[in-house]
Each structure stands twice: as C-alpha cells, then as structure tokens.
C-alpha cells in the first residue's frame, strides 16, 4: 500500500497537467462553453431554473 501512495500521487498530477486549463478545471471550461451557447440559443426565451 505505501507504494501505491507514494507513486500515484505523480501520475496523477502528470495527467491532471495534461487536461488542466490555463485558469480552470476542464468541467469549469465545458460548462461555461455550454451556459454561454444555451443562452445564445434561448436568448428570446425566459427560462426559470430551480
């Protein structure tokens, strides 16, 4: 198990290095990409989410 901790930790960060953007996570980056084409798309139309 030590080793396991002791190892994962760099793969992980070597990946995260690899999908990370410059400001924010990859889901920040997608969902901010979507909401701004959802209201582009809905921009005439009043939506109330709850």
Excluded: G, H
């Excluded at 290095?17 to 005439?44: G, H």
């Amino acid at each position: 198990m030590e080793l396991f901790l002791n190892v994962r930790p760099a793969k992980s960060a070597e990946m995260y290095k690899k999908i990370w953007r410059e400001n924010d996570s990859p889901l920040m980056e997608y969902t901010r990409v979507q909401t701004d084409q959802l209201n582009e798309i809905c921009e005439d139309t009043m939506l109330i989410l709850q």
